[in-house]
Structure formats: C-alpha cells, structure tokens
C-alpha cells in the first residue's frame, strides 16, 4: 500500500502544480488584489490536497479548484471585513510613497449607508402603525424577546401576544404593498409574487446626464439586469447597467436598488482585478475562469457592442466559453463610477452628470480625467489615471474621509 501512495502523491502534486497560474489570476480577479492572489491560490491548494478523495472525476480538476478558491476568497473577504485595496500589479510602476492605495472600510461605509437606508424605511412603516402592536414587533423582531417575556412585560397572556405579533405582521405587509410600495420596490421587500415584471422605475438618477430617473428590468431567476436612461441609453446595447445570465450575482435579490448595488460592487472587483492582471496580457474570464486575453479599448468588430461604444477605451475581455461566447467591458466613465469615492459622491449629489473625458500630461505621462459634478450645487469629484493602464493616481474632491491623493 505504502509503493503506491508515493507515485499517487506524486501525481496530485504535478496536476496541482499545473493548475497554479490560473488559480492565481482567479484570486486576482475574485479579490481584486495582487498583492494576496498568491497567497490565495496556495491556500486554494493547500484545501484541494487535504480534501483529494473528494474529487471523483479528474478531468474536472480546472472548475473543482476553481469553486474552492471562490470559497477561500470568500472567506478572505469577510475576515478582511471589507473590500480589497487596489494595489499597482506591478511595483516598479511608481515608487512606494506613490502608490495609490483606496481608503479601507470604503464599501462597509456604502453597506451602512444602505442599510440606513432601509432602516428609514421600515422606522416610517412601524410609525404608521399603532403603538401596541409597534411596541410587539420590536420588542419580538428587533429585541429578540420571547413571546412570555413580551407577555410578562406588557402584562397579558402569550396568546394575546402572538395575535398582536401576527396582527402586526399582516398590517406591516400591507403596508409594504400599499401606501409605501414603491419604497418596499427598490429594497425588494415586496414578495416575490407581488414583483412587478418588465420596466420600471428604478428612482435612481441617471449618472450621465442627471435630468431623468433610470428605467430597470431584474429577472432574478435569469440572472438578467439592466438599467437605462431614456435619454441616454434610448437604444439596447447603451444600458448604463448590464448583466445576462449572471446567475449567482442575484441570487435572493428582487429589489433594483439592490441588484445595482450588487451589480456596482462586481463590476469594481472584477474589472480592478483584470487591471491588476493587465501586465500578464490576461485575465480570468468572469465565466468559466480561463484566462482569456485583456483589450484596454473596446474593439471595432464585436457585432454584439453598440456601434456608439465600440474603440472607446475601457477595459474588455472576451471569452469563447464552452456554454457560448461571454464578453464583458466597461468604459472609461464606467470604470470611474465603480470607484467607491466616487459611488459616495453619488450618493451625496444624487443629481449629478458626467464631465467631458480629457486628456492631461503627468511629465511625460498621458493621463485622463474623468468625473462628475453635482446639478445642485458646485461639487464635483474627478479621477485622474494613467491613459494606458487606467491605473488611478489621484482622487479630487472627495471627502476628507475617502480623499486619496498621489
């Protein structure tokens, strides 16, 4: 038994091996750091050899592995308790007191400004009910009492609790559907059989010009989304937002504030981490994980890009998948309006429009400047990046809290 366990070790470690580049390109897309995908990537493999036995088919070791370090960085992300930091993929880019780096906790700031959101929300629901049966629902849902002690509290039997809870619970949901239903639609708190289908109003104003509120469609189910101006993306094909088949991006989301929140936070992961990969040619397709090739400019001869979009700069990747070709990319403007600073600004100024793209010298460098101004008032915030790398070197206007200069 012993002869044949060294030749079988030999083996795993030889496929392992083989499999470790990808695995670092995946962690690199996944997390958005560099810095940490190799790290990742020998985690990934450290799990693989101890749970081995489990693998029964090896030609499936590229997606077998590739699930194991979607859950290891996973797991990377909630024990760094916030988004990754955006590091230079190669050091000898800028010198270490150059290197931009984004403010940590930046996304728990854009969770907690959303879960205030909702908060608001549901306090203005409580409110409309009456105080007794206000007072059962907290007490119940918020303070975790039990039904006796609530009963011990307010002095009355646990059946007479657990009518009010029940009653509550009924005249909350009405209210939900009713007086504060287009509210209840952005959270997606309405059920999902009371979802409304098609297009709708996603009382969210569009970023590019800030005269019109965006139009949005979620098919949860499909993993379908978009979001569309009515005066600047009339046509399909010019979404401000975009996403088919993307199943497990919207699992257990119904509401349109939500998905393109959901849809936000992808985006600036995925494509920071394409970037961060740009010196390698390749990057890990968001699909099937294989490394496909990087084009910082979107081509003239994809049919399935609009023709106003197509050899505009940005970042995109394509990929002849084995369940149909996958193309993703986004401009240069997208690229900016991911950056949480900016997603701040936004919400800030949530009537603001995009300034005119421009080009700058950065002594002997080509830079671009991209951002946006507020319509109520003088704000404005602009991103300044290398033209050839869209690597961000300065951030004007943020907050203090957020500001991150070169």
């Known amino acids: 038994m012993r002869d044949r366990v060294e030749p079988f070790s030999e083996a795993i470690n030889q496929a392992l091996a083989l499999e470790r580049p990808r695995l670092v390109r995946l ?13 990742l990537a020998q985690e990934t493999l450290l799990e693989a050899w101890r749970i081995w036995s489990r693998l029964n088919d090896p030609a499936a070791l ?6 194991i370090a979607r859950n290891v960085c996973l797991r990377w992300r909630r024990s760094a308790a916030c988004a990754p930091l955006i590091h230079p993929a190669n050091p000898a880019d800028l010198d270490q007191a150059d290197r931009p780096n984004l403010p940590a906790g930046v996304d728990d700031t854009l969770c ?23 007072v059962a ?36 949901r ?34 590019e010009c800030g005269q019109h509120r965006l139009l949005g469609r979620l098919d949860q189910a499909a993993g379908d989304f978009m979001l569309r101006c009515p005066r600047c993306s009339p046509e399909p094909g010019l979404e401000i ?26 985006s600036y992961r995925y494509y920071r981490g394409v970037l961060a990969q740009r010196h390698t040619g390749a990057a890990a397709c968001a699909v099937c994980e294989r490394p496909v090739p990087v084009q910082l400019h979107i081509p003239h001869d994809d049919p399935l890009v609009h ?70 008032g003088p704000a404005r915030i ?25």
């Open 307 to 376: 023709p106003a979009l197509r050899g505009q700069r940005g970042v995109y990747v394509l990929c002849d998948c084995q369940s149909g070709a996958h193309h993703f990319f986004t401009c240069t403007r997208g690229l900016t309006l991911h950056l949480p600073q900016v997603r701040q600004f936004w919400r800030a100024h949530p009537r603001m429009c995009a300034l005119p793209e421009r080009e700058i010298d950065l002594g002997g460098c080509a830079g671009i400047v991209t951002g946006f101004e507020s319509l109520g």
């Open 382 to 406: 602009e991103v300044v990046a290398l033209r050839d790398s869209y690597e961000v070197l300065s951030i004007h206007g943020a907050s203090d809290d957020v500001r991150h200069r070169k």
């Open 112 to 134: 907690d400004l959303e879960r205030h959101e909702l908060a608001t929300l549901l306090d203005r629901a409580l409110a409309l009910l009456p105080s007794d049966t206000r």
């Open 137 to 172: 629902l907290v007490q119940h849902y918020i303070e975790e009492m039990p039904q006796a002690a609530i009963a011990t509290r307010l002095g009355m039997s646990e059946g007479a609790v657990a009518a009010r809870i029940y009653r509550g619970k009924r005249a909350f």
């Open 241 to 266: 937002s975009y996403a088919i088949e993307h199943l497990a991006l919207f699992n257990g989301i119904y509401g349109l504030k939500a998905a393109h929140t959901r849809m936000l936070n992808w």
């Open 62 to 67: 590229s997606p077998w592995l590739a699930a």
């Open 27 to 39: 962690c690199a897309s996944l997390t958005g750091d560099a810095a940490v995908a190799e790290d």
């Open 174 to 207: 009405r209210l939900l559907v009713g007086e504060l239903r287009a509210d209840a639609d952005v959270f997606g708190l309405l059920p999902p059989d009371e979802m409304p289908a098609g297009w709708r109003e996603a009382r969210i104003w569009c970023p």
